[in-house]
């Protein structure tokens, strides 16, 4: 801080603030983590810790998996995921689907595009 005639001038550091500088500035208080993440206030910015499922650096982008393991007696699969219809074309799927001995297994495809 300088000192002035009547009083002091203080100029802040980067990520501070206030007469006397301080206060920290809060980088989360815009909210800029989308899809439930949770924003983590650094020293000259801010990060994202992203929820399941999201990545980006706003956890702005669904992550692209796809795959698994089915034993249930019913079920689908659902690929993209949510309402989204495009998909990473170099993205490898594998699926294992299990039944009970002597069961019939019945697989309906709404749509199937093979590039």
């Known amino acids: 801080c300088i000192p002035t005639a009547s009083a002091f001038f203080c100029q802040c550091a980067p990520g501070f603030s206030g ?14 983590c989308m899809n439930d993440g949770t924003c983590i206030n650094n020293e000259l910015n801010f990060s994202c810790e992203c929820a399941s499922g999201f990545t980006g650096i706003n956890c702005q982008e ?4 796809c795959g698994g393991y089915f034993d249930a007696p019913a079920g689908f699969v659902d ?19 299990e039944v009970v001995e002597g069961k019939v297994l019945n697989i309906t495809f709404s749509e199937f595009n093979l590039e």
């Not at 690929?79 to 689907?97: E, N």
């Open 19 to 32: 007469r006397t500088c301080a206060e920290r500035e809060n980088f989360c208080a815009s909210n800029p």
């Open 79 to 97: 690929f993209p995921v949510g309402s989204g219809t495009l998909y990473d074309h170099s993205i490898q799927c594998d699926y294992t689907i």
């Open 62 to 65: 669904e992550v692209q998996a």
